[in-house]
């Protein structure tokens, strides 16, 4: 018997006790727990539950009114008036995500996210204690402090440089604040802390640039942050790529546009042709349209030249206004960059003809014919005797 015959077996056997273990039972597990959090009314929160095990567990929600563990409930997508969410994703693990949103004072109490993979798990003749493993958290809603704000802006276009004033007091609120700051899209503005329940933020001279979410923030010992939110509207002001752009047949071609305002603009992208215009959109293969907030990109790529040429336009338009900015796109041949060489070539056979046809145009007394016999010439030995016989004359 050949030998490989006799190892194929035994290494069979190896590899399937060498697997064994990976295929085997596994109990339920928690990977990631949820976490109790404080919110106030009106926000939002999420619990998150990961659990392992072989099978894969189910997971299921509970809930218990605070001080009533003894009473929790099934919760199900759709709960509460649809205000509940539960989502789960299934990989190695199992996610479970709960939200609820739109929060209340009766939304406080303690979540039990329970997971199970044992087969008797819905028996109902078994202890769900012994079947299923729990992890809680404890959701602490408080009412929201009461601020009142000043109402939105718009920068008129007509008023340049006005002068604005955002005000912010807090007039109600359950526990002691601390502090109070300024942020403007996400982002503190420095310099404007303060310890004051009536907070003021001043812009002297506006541009379009000021505009955008400001919110005024209340800290407190013992609640999460409260806030409220001011908008600063103003119309796009967009600013364009370049006049002109030159490129070279076949290459590629880039144009952008960015503006200053609030809210972020829709934008578009045309092609003027004389006094029509043509939208330009991702559906034809060469043009490419990115759109970033309050940037916006144009791709073409492999410029012709017989049909890309022109003047493109972008254009910024929100609930103020909008705005529009061109570029004109020249694309050149294949041949321009020899263009150069190619006209001093030319001016040199120009030269060269000219002095050509300038040689053939010269007399013909200019040129000495060889075959010709050479004249003779005078010698002064023969003036010498004119001049000697007319002293002789004179003489006599």
Same mark, same amino acid.
Request: proline residues 5%; contains cysteine.
């Given at each position: 018997m050949h030998p490989g015959a006799v190892m194929m077996p035994a290494l069979v056997l190896i590899l399937g006790n060498l697997m064994l273990p990976l295929t085997s039972a596994q109990n339920a597990g928690f990977v990631k727990s949820p976490m109790s959090e404080t919110k106030l009314t009106g926000d939002t929160f999420e619990?998150?539950?990961?659990?392992?095990?072989?099978?894969?567990?189910?997971?299921?929600?509970?809930?218990?009114?605070?001080?009533?563990?003894?009473s929790f409930k099934l919760l199900w997508d759709g709960a509460r008036k649809r205000r509940v969410s539960i989502n789960t994703a299934y990989g190695a693990n199992r996610v479970s995500v709960l939200g609820i949103t739109r929060l209340t004072l009766e939304d406080s109490g303690t979540y039990e996210c329970r997971a199970s993979n044992d087969p008797k798990r819905n028996d109902l003749r078994q202890n769900p204690a012994t079947t299923w493993i729990r992890a809680q958290a404890t959701i602490l809603v408080l009412q929201k402090p009461k601020i009142s704000a000043s109402d939105q802006t718009v920068l008129s276009a007509e008023n340049p440089r006005q002068q604005i004033s955002?005000?912010?007091?807090?007039?109600?609120?359950?526990?002691?604040?601390?502090?109070? !700051?300024?942020?403007?899209?996400?982002?503190?503005?420095?310099?404007?802390?303060?310890?004051?329940?009536?907070?003021a933020h001043?812009?002297?001279?506006?541009?379009?640039?000021?505009?955008?979410?400001?919110?005024?923030?209340?800290? !407190?010992?013992?609640?999460?942050?409260?806030?409220?939110?001011?908008?600063?509207?103003?119309?796009?002001?967009?600013?364009?790529?370049?006049?002109?752009?030159?490129?070279?047949?076949?290459?590629?071609?880039?144009?952008?546009?960015?503006?200053?305002?609030?809210?972020?603009?829709?934008?578009?992208?045309?092609?003027?042709?004389?006094?029509?215009?043509?939208?330009?959109?991702?559906?034809?293969?060469?043009? !490419?349209?990115?759109?970033?907030?309050?940037?916006?990109?144009?791709?073409i790529l492999h410029l012709d030249i017989g049909s890309d040429p022109g003047t493109y336009q972008?254009?910024?338009?929100?609930?103020?206004?909008?705005?529009?900015?061109?570029?004109?796109?020249?694309?050149?041949?294949?041949?321009?960059?020899?263009?150069?060489f190619l006209g001093v070539l030319a001016e040199i056979l120009i030269l060269v003809v000219i002095i050509g046809m300038y040689e053939r145009r010269k007399r013909p007394d200019d040129f000495i014919d060889d075959d010709e016999p050479a004249a003779p010439t005078k010698t002064n030995s023969t003036n010498n005797h004119k001049d000697k016989n007319i002293r002789q004359r004179n003489t006599k």
């Open positions: 619990l998150y539950c990961d659990v392992v095990g072989n099978p894969m567990p189910d997971i299921q929600w509970w809930y218990a009114e605070i001080n009533r563990a003894d955002l005000q912010c007091n807090l007039t109600t609120a359950h526990t002691p604040h601390r502090e109070s !700051f300024w942020m403007k899209n996400g982002k503190e503005i420095q310099n404007t802390r303060t310890e004051l329940r009536n907070t001043r812009i002297v001279k506006s541009r379009a640039d000021d505009s955008g979410e400001y919110m005024c923030v209340y800290t !407190f010992a013992m609640s999460p942050n409260a806030n409220a939110t001011i908008e600063i509207k103003a119309k796009p002001d967009v600013t364009g790529h370049k006049r002109s752009e030159n490129k070279n047949e076949g290459e590629n071609a880039m144009m952008y546009c960015k503006s200053v305002g609030y809210p972020h603009p829709t934008w578009t992208w045309w092609k003027m042709d004389g006094t029509s215009t043509q939208d330009i959109d991702n559906s034809t293969g060469r043009f !490419f349209i990115t759109i970033r907030d309050n940037y916006t990109e144009l791709n972008c254009n910024a338009t929100n609930v103020i206004g909008n705005t529009a900015e061109t570029t004109i796109l020249r694309v050149r041949s294949h041949l321009a960059p020899l263009w150069p």
